[in-house]
C-alpha cells in the first residue's frame, strides 16, 4: 500500500525558503505511471494544488506560485521535494504530498498526513 | 486556466436530510474523445487529509457510502447526501483533472448539522 510522508522544518522565517521532502514507501518514484504532486491548505481555507513533477524531471506549477516553486525527485531515495521561496505569512499552510491514481486519471487517492509550515520571525 | 466554484460556501442540514453541493467549473471537463467528466469529489474533516468520494463526476470510490451520490456534466456537477449523518459533517470540495497534470480545486462547501 502507498504511503507519502512529509518531512521538513514547521517553522519557516519571512524571507526564506521552504523546504518539504515527502518520502514514497510501498510504491515507486521512477514509476512512469505517476506525477507526484503538493497540495497545499492555509488554516480555516481551502485547498490549493501547488505542482506536480514526473519521474523524468518534468515539472508543472501553479500559475500563481510558479516563479517560487521548484520542485525536484531523487528516485535513489523514493523522494520528491518542493522549494519554495521568498515565503510571507501568506504561505503558512498544511502542505501535503500526493498521487493521482495515473498519468491519465488525475484524482488524487494517495495523500501524506500533512506537515504544517508556519511563517513567523 | 479552469476555475472552480462551489455553493453554497455552507449549509447546514438536519440530520436525516438531504444535503446538496453545487459545483462550476469555468470551462467543460467533459472531453469529448471518451464522453468522460474530469471532475473528482473529496470529503476533508478536521485534521485529515482530503478523501476521495467520486471521480469520473460519478463514479463512487469504494467504500464510500451510498448515501452519497454525484452528477452532472459539462460544466455544473452535483453532490448529494441523501440522508446526512453525524459522520458527513465535513468540508466537500471538487476538482478537475481535464487539466492533467495541472489540477484545480473549488472552493469547498463546508457541511453542518442544524
Known amino acids: 500500500q502507498l504511503q507519502l510522508q512529509e518531512s521538513g522544518p514547521g517553522l519557516v522565517k519571512p524571507s526564506e525558503t521552504l523546504s518539504l521532502t515527502c518520502t514514497v514507501s510501498g510504491g515507486s518514484v521512477s514509476s512512469s505511471n505517476y506525477y507526484w504532486g503538493w497540495i497545499r491548505q492555509p488554516p480555516g481555507k481551502g485547498l490549493e494544488w501547488i505542482g506536480s513533477i514526473y519521474y523524468t524531471g518534468s515539472t508543472y506549477h501553479n500559475p500563481s506560485l510558479k516563479s517560487r516553486v521548484t520542485l525536484s525527485v531523487d528516485t535513489s531515495k523514493s523522494q520528491f521535494s518542493l522549494k519554495l521561496s521568498s515565503v510571507t505569512a501568506a504561505d503558512t499552510a498544511v502542505y501535503y504530498c500526493a498521487r493521482p491514481v495515473s498519468i491519465v486519471e488525475g484524482y488524487f487517492d494517495s495523500w501524506g498526513q500533512g506537515i504544517l509550515v508556519t511563517v513567523s520571525s | 486556466d479552469i476555475v472552480m466554484t462551489q455553493s453554497p460556501d455552507s449549509l447546514a442540514v438536519s440530520l436525516g436530510e438531504r444535503a446538496t453541493i453545487h459545483c462550476k467549473s469555468s470551462q467543460s471537463v467533459l472531453y469529448s474523445s471518451n464522453n468522460k467528466n474530469y471532475l473528482a469529489w473529496y470529503q476533508q474533516k478536521p485534521g485529515q487529509p482530503p478523501k476521495l468520494l467520486f471521480y469520473?463526476?460519478?463514479t463512487r470510490e469504494s467504500g464510500v457510502p451510498d448515501r452519497f451520490s454525484a452528477s452532472g456534466s459539462g460544466t455544473d456537477f452535483t453532490l448529494t447526501i441523501s440522508s446526512l449523518q453525524a459522520e458527513d459533517v465535513a468540508v466537500y470540495y471538487c476538482?478537475?483533472?481535464?487539466?492533467?497534470?495541472?489540477?484545480?480545486f473549488g472552493p469547498g462547501t463546508k457541511v453542518n448539522v442544524k
Open positions: 469520473w463526476a460519478s
Open positions: 476538482q478537475q483533472y481535464y487539466t492533467t497534470p495541472i489540477f484545480t
